[in-house]
């Protein structure tokens, strides 16, 4: 496939978003060593406890930076560059809304939440400390989400790169620094992790700031525009929670077969989330450049646009099924699985190989449908594909962890056919601003 010059565009815009969506789980794993060999087994139960529920927050509110992307990649597409920077500077103050509001609602229930997780006392307290700290983060979080997707949006995917490796680095030396130097014990770590989000939000609001005033655009929130935003974000919100039920009901699944199964099941899992970062990446380009280019009114680029991701992702699917074929003989070894947990994991690594391709056309698919704004669309496409995974997942649990998968396989292919249907028609491309 020879490279055009859409190809380096896609390239250009895929490259430095793969470096930051896998920059925050490397610096992830930093926390929990520093954690761990500072404070042993119960800190590192309660990191992984509070961690799920800021994890949990973090995806649920990904649509401020894919909405926001759509809005500011279509307005400036169309030549409204001071409407893409209103569009944007109205996603940061309703990040900065929902943010102030998940503070004022989880503090108080700090307690509840931790305790849902059945953990053991002295991890339930450890896990609230953490919890409350870093709640105060929460806006900052939400705001540099809304502000990598307006720099998305701009069609600059290398400044959030940046940003995510010089914050998540910070995060790491001052952990160290709170935990170890410190002696903070783990809320030492939740310090260093607040400190760390509130500079990264700072130089996307200074980045924000000086674009707007450069175009003349007023800094305080138009509430027809925020609240425009909010509207858009309930269809986003719609298909996030779909992906975590499925994802949430596959657990509960694994863990009924057994222990060895739900270890096979987890590693397997971390295999697979690093396989769709890489996706991803692909699709964060499909989404600035469909909106940038139906704002400019070119719906023929904007389909050869699409045909040329789509091809990206079936051959960057290809080439990850390859590595992680390669690397299956090895993979139990580095996780120092059990005899039977490496049986279960050499089986399951096959499904989760062989979907890679499938999955390459799905993430670019609906990275590019996000782009086109059609977020009603995929909320209800995200309904219909969870409901047809649901009662197979749930048959699996007596014929074991590859059948689990194979019902994964089965809601990913139920999702391809609705992305296709949709991208074959014309209803999404609605050109202009």
């Not at 995510?164 to 809320?187: E, H, Q, R, Y």
């Not at 990206?312 to 996780?335: E, K, T």
Request: hydrophobic share 60%; aromatic share 8%.
């Amino acid at each position: 496939m020879p490279i055009t010059r859409q190809d380096r565009e896609i390239l250009r815009l895929a490259v430095p978003a793969f470096g930051a969506l896998v920059a925050e789980p490397l610096f992830l794993l930093a926390d929990y060593a520093i954690v761990g060999h500072g404070l042993g087994t119960t800190a590192v139960g309660a990191l992984g406890v509070a961690g799920t529920v800021l994890a949990t927050m973090v995806n649920l509110c990904v649509f401020l930076a894919y909405g926001t992307t759509a809005t500011v990649a279509r307005q400036s597409g169309a030549g409204n560059h001071g409407q893409a920077m209103r569009g944007g500077v109205d996603g940061i103050w309703l990040a900065l809304a929902i943010g102030v509001a998940l503070v004022a609602l989880c503090w108080p229930a700090a307690p509840a939440i931790v305790g849902m997780f059945g953990a053991p006392p002295g991890q339930t307290e450890e896990a609230v400390t953490y919890l409350r700290i870093s709640l105060l983060g929460a806006p900052s979080m939400l705001v540099v989400l809304a502000g990598t997707g307006v720099l998305r949006g701009l069609q600059d995917t290398a400044t959030p790169l940046v940003v995510a490796v010089g914050s998540f680095a910070l995060n790491a030396a001052l952990n160290a620094w709170f935990v170890l130097g410190m002696d903070w014990g783990i809320a030492g770590s939740a310090w260093g992790t607040v400190l760390a989000q509130t500079l990264g939000a700072v130089v996307y609001v200074t980045v924000v700031v000086r674009g707007a005033r450069r175009l003349g655009t007023r800094l305080l929130p138009d509430l027809a525009g925020v609240r425009q935003a909010g509207t858009a974000g309930v269809a986003l919100l719609i298909r996030t929670v779909c992906l975590r039920i499925v994802l949430i009901v596959a657990t509960v699944v694994a863990t009924r077969m057994g222990e060895a199964e739900l270890a096979a099941y987890a590693i397997a899992t971390q295999v697979w989330t690093l396989l769709a970062l890489a996706l991803d990446a692909i699709a964060i380009a499909g989404q600035a450049i469909t909106g940038r280019t139906l704002g400019a009114g070119d719906a023929e680029a904007t389909k050869e646009a699409t045909r040329r991701m789509v091809r990206w992702g079936v051959w960057s699917g290809i080439v990850l099924a390859v590595l992680v074929l390669a690397a299956r003989p090895l993979l139990p070894g580095l996780f120092d699985a059990d005899p039977q947990v490496t049986e279960q994991l050499l089986a399951v690594l096959w499904p989760v190989a062989l979907l890679q391709p499938l999955c390459g056309v799905v993430f670019v698919l609906d990275g590019v449908l996000i782009g086109a704004g059609d977020q009603r669309y995929l909320a209800w496409a995200g309904v219909w594909t969870t409901l047809a995974y649901l009662p197979a997942a749930f048959l699996t649990a007596d014929f074991g962890i590859v059948a689990l998968w194979c019902a994964l396989g089965l809601w990913m292919f139920a999702r391809l056919i609705t992305l296709v249907r949709r991208a074959a028609g014309t209803a999404w491309l609605v050109t202009g601003a």
